[in-house]
């Protein structure tokens, strides 16, 4: 359900103010704007809840790298007994479940959170309030989800049905713990959280751009960054629909996935997968859109083909709608649906081919600085053109039966997720970092991290191919000798153990950056420390609270690099300026913020309360609901003005007329009323 | 809670409201006129008709109103043009994915796979024919 | 009826930003939202439609449970209540506020005479012995029904808190385009039905 709100006023909040002067006006007062945990907790920045969002992400990265370093002890040598078999069931289920839905989807909300406002020469968000929401409700889901670890006993209660969850598997006969419900109802509430998400997105993207930003001036990330909200949009109501089956099959004994009554159990493949391939496509566009950015900055050179790059976003936008069919060719779908999701799926691999090309083209002839967010995006090129490739093996129907739920799927699977998405990842990381926390990571350890993560990743995944190729089935618990299986297994398992270390030493690179930063052994990274080409880089690092001190009136596209570098009249690129000249210092405080509210994280707070309660006592929904309800009331009742608004912010700094200002305030404090 | 002014303002346009209105009315008696229709087709004499011929009057007159409905009462006719395809968006996904998942389970009636075929391909081509048409003031993307 | 030029109001930094699009934030977003709510239905309708025949021969199925005359009565109000709210939102564009408050009102009532109608059904079948989880048919039946009655229902809220706000001199015409948006959602309710009416109780059995 969508909130829509009327927007607040405009309202004061100085960068960087510390004071709080915290006068509580009743319930409805809204919070200042002051430091500390409350300036995270209800705040509606952004770029806060972008950054929040990716720590949280990353978190969720690192509890599911942890779930499948068991696994991966566990097939390490043949019969072992590390884990049994009910208790793989649940490690390999959250693994892909919190590797997925908590750690990828909440990454690429991160860059959408954080870069999208940015890039697009926007204040924040289209509801600013909202974006908080969605992103409470998302860590309550993630958290919610990962409590079935412990609830009612350890490791007793978990999901234990894949990620995929079929039914009639995950059906009350077959899998009688919690598991599956904590699945459906998690699920489903990290759904509202992408849902909610991608409705403001969308909007801010369409009507928030700055003057002469038209669509086609955006950059690369934004597109495809916008295209994934728009597969959000209509992905989520899908599988909503899918888990709500499966939710009142589960707790109300309805039928849909009841063979007995007749039921067939191809609805829920179907429904699963409709939103299952689109998905595929909202995981690793960010990633795109991140390396997209990435090599013309340290190419030096514009994107090769931009509309090309647009229009091969929204062709596989598109197309992904109509190639779901393809994780069910051995689930006796008939030979017309075969043949025709086989045909789609090898189209589909036509514009995902054009991306590649106009990578390779960007840098061809550019002056390729090899700094490590350049490595992680190069690196992105090669490896996801090899998952591709296998990709296109499964078209194949033939094929694809036998590959099916072997190790094969799994190493196609990780060279997209892990070689296309995770380590486009951590080269947004890298290269982003000073803009975001106003430092550089050590290209020193990064370079190292790097090589260990790509050696170590190959080593797991590459090894996959082989075994699956030799027939072993995925989501066993354990193979016996003899099989040819020892070898290959081991070898993943060494290689998960050295992603495992690159992501510490990735975690090493932040703190002990920061430390050299503090200590002043680093130099600051100014506005633009890579020489890059989108607005983001025109604020100052780390970013101020407003963004930007004036609005952008943007003529073309890359338009930060046209204002620094120009042609003379022998047609050669001559700098006009530099970065510090045409980049904003963040000294207006003069801006208009959003207030920080307190209600969003008390609405979203309600919603796994209603899950605790749907799965052990009804009475708990009552006060979940007590929790929506109420928050919902304070969001419509909250005053429009802050409680610190009175009159400290005279600055006469940039003089945008204090009247206007006022009048609009009162214009605006007419009540705010929420829209279920 | 009238206000003087209101009240003057109502008596002034006590007559007039329903001219103003009118085209919601006129919309509202046409919507009335398809649902009985609608209706009608499902007592004896007409329910006879064959199976293909009552569905495709059916989801004609169904179209009509949907797109009434969104229109003039939702206002689309003369709105801009985004929210217009942000709507379209949604139906030209929803239709044919379920369309195609149905066919994939075989449970649409056993009709000539021609019509089928029309089933698949009618409704987006008037919302895409629909949404050519809201580009007329199309805004989009430019200022 | 249109607005779209420019009711900045709702833009939270409208003195140093146009809204790109010349339209309101809410709006959009209400319209993206019902654009996702079509998957949502969709769904749910693509599963009653797989789901309705398949009962046993004894079974209550759909030919024996509707009863049309009834359900097209109830139907009908929904589609008049799609009227009144747009004659709401005129009147209120005029600032007649008499006038707008007893639109609200008849929607509302309009709108809770439909969630009557729907559980007085619902209460029938269940008394004729199709519960929620006799038959496929019952518990998809239901499911799809339910969904949109909770909508409706949600429209209701929506619609007296309006209401509400009117008694408390607080519903102007700067209002409009909080109602206009709330009318939108009902609009999308009513067009939903629709398409439930035709094709879950009209098409041949």
Redesign the interface.
Known sequence: MAVVEQEEAPLELESGEDQVTERPLGAFTRPGGGGGWRSWLFTVDHKKIGIMYGAAGLLFFIIGGIYALFMRLQLARPNNSILSAETYNQVFTMHGVVMIFLAAIPLGAAFSNYLIPLQIGARDVAFPRLNAFSFWVFLGGGLFLLTSMFIGGWWENAPDGGWFAYSPNTGVLFSPSKGIDFFAIGLQITGIASLVGAINLIVTVLNMRSPGMTLMKMPVLTWMLFIVQLLLLFAMPVISVALFLLTFDRLFDANFFNVAQGADPLLWQHLFWIFGHPEVYILILPSFGVISEIIPTFSRKPIFGYPFMIFSGIAIGFMGWGVWAHHMFASGIGPVAVAAFSVSTMFIAVPTGVKILNWLATMWGGRIRFTTPMLYATSVVAMFTIGGLSGVTHSLAAADTQQTDTYYIVAHFHYVIFGGIILGFFGGFYFWWPKMFGYFLSEKIGKSSFWVMVIGFNLTFGPMHILGLQGMSRRIQTYSEGQGFDLWNLVATIGAFLIAVATAMFIANVFISWRAHRAGKTPAPGPDPWDARSLEWMTASPVPEHNFDETIEVERQDEFWHRKWGKDETGRVVRRATAEEVAHDGSNTNVHLPSPSYWPIVAALGLPIIGYGLIYNLWLCVVGGLFVLGGLYGWVFEPVDDPNDDGHHDHEAHGTSEETRAEEVDENSSEEVSVD | ???T??LT??AE?NVS?VQ??WI??K??IV??VF?AI??F??FESV?QAP?WL??LT??F??VI??FL??AI???LR???A??TK??V???C??????F????????LPDWNPILKVMFLLVPPAITGFWLGYSFKGG????? | MTETATTETSNDHSEDHVSTLGVSNDKLGMWVFLGSDCLLFGGLISTYMLYKDRIGPDDLGPEEMFDIPFTSVSSFVLLMSSLTVVLAITALRRNDIRRCRIWLLSTAILGAIFVGGQVYEFTVFYREGLGYTTNLFGTSFFTLTGFHGVHVSVGIIMLMSMYIQSMRGKLTSANEEKLEIIGLYWHFVDVVWIVIFTIVYLFPQ
Do not use: C, R
């Not at chain 2, 805004?139 to 200022?143: I, K, L, M, V």
């Open positions: 809670m009238a206000t002014d209101q303002e109502s346009e409201w103003e209105d919601y009315i919309t509202a919507l009335a649902t609608e209706v087709t499902y329910h199976e009552l569905v059916l989801s007159l169904m109103k949907f409905v969104a009462f939702m206002h003369d709105d801009n985004i929210f942000m709507m968006l949604g139906l996904i929803a239709w044919p994915v379920y195609v998942m149905a066919f994939a389970f075989g449970f805004t989009g993307g430019h200022h």
